[in-house]
């Protein structure tokens, strides 16, 4: 079955220290893969995508993710946290093919960054 | 150019009883998606129109929720008769035609609690 893991409920990591939010995923063929970020009542917000080409794909607010076609990982990473990152994360994949696509989302996890 | 518009934001009601929510898509997305995200869970999807025919609802709980997109403009999802585990928030997303492949632009959600 295709699916998507994240392994860790919650994070916690201080402010300015680098951060990783894991996610591993199970799908056939080349995936679609996304971060989302969710702030208190607040919808979903796209922070990146990797599609193909480089590994290390860049996005929103210094955010960057590194695909790993060999581990199936697609781990969110910061250098330097900020305590205004302390928000839920969502990694997700496009399945599906060209007579329907759909995304599924991980569980999320939750960033806690401390001052 | 403006969000997805979704209301109401919040709702209470008690089981057994109906109630609808709304959403406004990025004008010329052709995709839209409804997704039940439940406390403490990734979002799954309910449903998914492309302009104004149903993609996906193989997830959809057809004996009490229905949705429709007439125009292939907003869109409707009711829910009748409401049980307590139907309490979730409910999030509407839409995308260009591509299957999502440049990610989705979520709505603030409805917060949907029956009591």
């Known amino acids: 079955a295709q699916s998507v893991a994240q392994p860790e409920d919650q994070v916690n990591v201080a402010e300015g220290n680098p951060l990783t939010v894991k996610c591993t995923y199970s799908?056939?063929?080349?995936?679609?893969l996304f971060w989302y970020v969710q702030y208190p009542n607040r919808g979903l917000q796209f922070l990146l995508k990797?599609?193909?080409?480089?590994?290390l794909v860049k996005g929103s607010y210094g955010f960057e993710a590194e695909f790993n076609k060999s581990q199936t990982s697609f781990h969110l990473k910061k250098p330097s946290a900020l305590v205004s990152d302390s928000a839920l994360y969502f990694c997700?994949?496009?399945?599906?093919?060209?007579?329907?696509?759909?995304?599924?989302f991980g569980a999320g996890t939750r960033l806690f960054v401390k001052a | 150019e403006a969000g997805v518009a979704q209301s109401p934001r919040y709702k209470i009601i008690e089981k057994r009883q109906s109630v609808a929510f709304w959403c406004n898509p990025i004008?010329?997305?052709?995709?839209l998606y409804w997704y039940q995200q439940i406390l403490g869970q990734g979002p799954k999807l309910l449903i998914q129109?492309?302009?104004?025919?149903?993609?996906?609802d193989s997830q959809l709980p057809k004996d009490r929720f229905s949705a429709e997109r007439l125009k292939g403009v907003d869109s409707t999802l009711k829910i009748q008769p409401a049980k307590l585990e139907d309490s979730a928030v409910y999030l509407c997303?839409?995308?260009?035609?591509?299957?999502?492949?440049?990610?989705?632009?979520f709505g603030s959600g409805t917060r949907l609690t029956v009591v």
């Open positions: 997303a839409s995308s260009p035609a591509g299957g999502g492949a440049g990610g989705y632009t």
């Open positions: 799908v056939s063929g080349n995936p679609y």
């Open positions: 990797y599609i193909t080409g480089d590994n």
């Open positions: 997700a994949v496009r399945v599906g093919n060209t007579g329907g696509f759909k995304t599924i």
């Open positions: 004008s010329g997305h052709a995709t």
């Open positions: 129109f492309q302009n104004n025919g149903v993609v996906d």
